[in-house]
T-cell receptor, first 115, second 110 residues
Framework: DVKVTQSSRYLVKRTGEKVFLECVQD?????MFWYRQDPGLGLRLIYF???????EKGDIPEGYSVSREKKERFSLILESASTNQTSMYLC??????????????FGDGTRLSIL | ELKVEQNPLFLSMQEGKNYTIYCNYS?????LYWYRQDPGKSLESLFV?????AVKQEGRLMASLDTKARLSTLHITAAVHDLSATYFC??????????FGQGTRLTINP
């Protein structure tokens, strides 16, 4: 089974802090994604990566950056946390673009609160 | 801009009944995914629909895709309590960049 592991289930930080959310997958997937989930809005794509050191902006990248130094690890960075970034953050991974019949596999999520 | 709308957003039904969740999307795509999420849990993949007319079934759930109408349905047959969850559809706008619907919270009462 695919395992996508997010480093924290719950996290509380203060406004202005730099926050790191970590995600590791064990299936040698090329693609990795970061989403945030808010009630009534579904999931929205923040950033994604198709390969090591590659990154692409998703639909809501403002206030975030990412890092992918190793294939299995994808980090989401909140440069200066703000209260409107309080949310559930979900990491996902999948095989390369040429395999659309394979769904994205999700981690358990990190519930982040910014005070 | 691709928009994905699910209907209804909340659904309370009795065990044994049938119902359908609808997923409409605004621009052309022939790749659609259905996921299930239990409270406090991650998203679990249910179906991958890759072409017009695709139909997939698993137990009491059946999903279909009509790319011309830009519509997917998730049909629940003879609902049981274990199917209570939030269901999401997600449309691929290219290169596996998914746009999700708002989610349908399904509650099945004995």
């Amino acid at each position: 089974d695919v395992k996508v592991t997010q480093s924290s289930r719950y996290l509380v930080k203060r406004t202005g802090e730099k926050v790191f959310l970590e995600c590791v997958q064990d299936m040698d997937h090329e693609n990795m994604f970061w989403y945030r989930q808010d009630p009534g809005l579904g999931l929205r794509l923040i950033y994604f990566s198709y390969d090591v050191k590659m990154k692409e902006k998703g639909d809501i990248p403002e206030g975030y950056s990412v890092s992918r130094e190793k294939k299995e690890r994808f980090s989401l960075i909140l440069e200066s946390a703000s209260t409107n970034q309080t949310s559930m953050y979900l990491c996902a991974s999948s095989f390369r673009i040429g395999q659309p019949n394979q769904p994205q596999h999700f981690g358990d999520g990190t519930r982040l609160s910014i005070l | 801009e691709l928009k994905v709308e699910q209907n209804p957003l909340f659904l309370s039904m009795q065990e044994g009944k049938n119902y359908t969740i609808y997923c409409n999307y605004s621009t052309t795509s022939d790749r659609l995914y259905w996921y299930r999420q239990d409270p406090g849990k991650s998203l679990e993949s249910l179906f991958v629909l890759l072409s017009n007319g695709a139909v997939k079934q698993e137990g009491r759930l059946m999903a279909s895709l009509d790319t011309k109408a830009r519509l997917s349905t998730l049909h629940i047959t003879a609902a049981v309590h274990d199917l209570s969850a939030t269901y999401f559809c997600a449309v691929d706008k290219g290169a596996q960049k998914l746009v999700f619907g708002q989610g349908t919270r399904l509650t099945i009462n004995p």
